[in-house]
């Protein structure tokens, strides 16, 4: 069975500082890996996908994720954190087309001004 | 761009009781979940539907759950008797055809009293 871990639970950085936050996979075949935010009462928005190809994916808000299947991780970075990126980060990895997603534990993500 | 939206935002029923979350998908969308997330946990996968029946659910979902499209446009998660222990955020998603991300809607808070 898959699972996601995410060491992080609690990640600080200052306004306009990099950010990366890590997420680890276990899977057997090929994943396909996504990133979702969720802001305070919010649901979980998509920030990126990997299914397959260039393992450098951009998504949306300035994110982009890097698959390294040598480490089995999908880590999130950001060059410069914004003040409104503050919110919960989940990795995910989903098996195929209309199957579950696996969640990992989330991290919280705090920006100092 | 179109959304998958959840009535209501926010249930409080009595333990013992039923209840019925809502959920309308996006309108082309074929896949439909329900996950759930305990407060300060991580998202739990629930139950997958596909062509008008379950096709994969967790050890969550008991007999006391179930799942109906009712009418082709909405998505139900009916609890029959309600435990403490499922107060919860409830999260309905969905996705197309193919190798889609599942796109969430804002979910649920199911609060047993």
């Known amino acids: 069975a898959q699972s996601v871990t995410q060491p992080d639970i609690h990640i600080t950085v200052s306004e306009g500082a990099s950010l990366e936050l890590r997420c680890n996979y276990s899977y057997g075949a090929t994943p396909y890996l996504f990133w979702y935010v969720q802001s305070p009462g919010q649901g979980l928005q998509l920030l990126l996908k990997y299914f397959s190809g260039d393992t450098l994916v951009q998504g949306i808000k300035g994110f982009e994720a890097e698959f390294k299947r040598s480490q089995s991780s999908f880590n999130l970075r950001k060059p410069s954190v914004h003040w409104s990126d503050a919110a919960e980060y989940f990795c995910?990895?989903?098996?195929?087309?209309?199957?579950?997603?696996?969640f990992g534990p989330g991290t919280r993500l705090s920006v100092l001004p | 761009e179109p959304e998958v939206t959840q009535t209501p935002s926010h249930q409080v029923t009595q333990m013992g009781q039923e209840v019925i979350l809502r959920c309308v998908p996006i309108s082309n969308h074929l896949y439909f979940y329900w996950y759930r997330q305990i407060l300060g946990q991580k998202v739990e996968f629930l139950v997958s539907f596909y062509n008008n029946e379950i096709s994969e659910k967790s050890e969550i979902f008991d007999d006391q759950f179930s799942v109906e499209r009712p009418d082709g446009s909405n998505f139900t998660l009916k609890i029959r008797s309600t435990k403490l222990e499922d107060s919860a955020m409830y999260f309905c998603?969905?996705?197309?055809?193919?190798?889609?991300?599942?796109?969430f809607g804002d979910g649920t808070r199911l609060s047993i009293l």
């Open positions: 995910a990895v989903g098996r195929n087309y209309g199957q579950n997603f696996v």
């Open positions: 998603a969905s996705s197309g055809k193919g190798l889609q991300p599942q796109h």
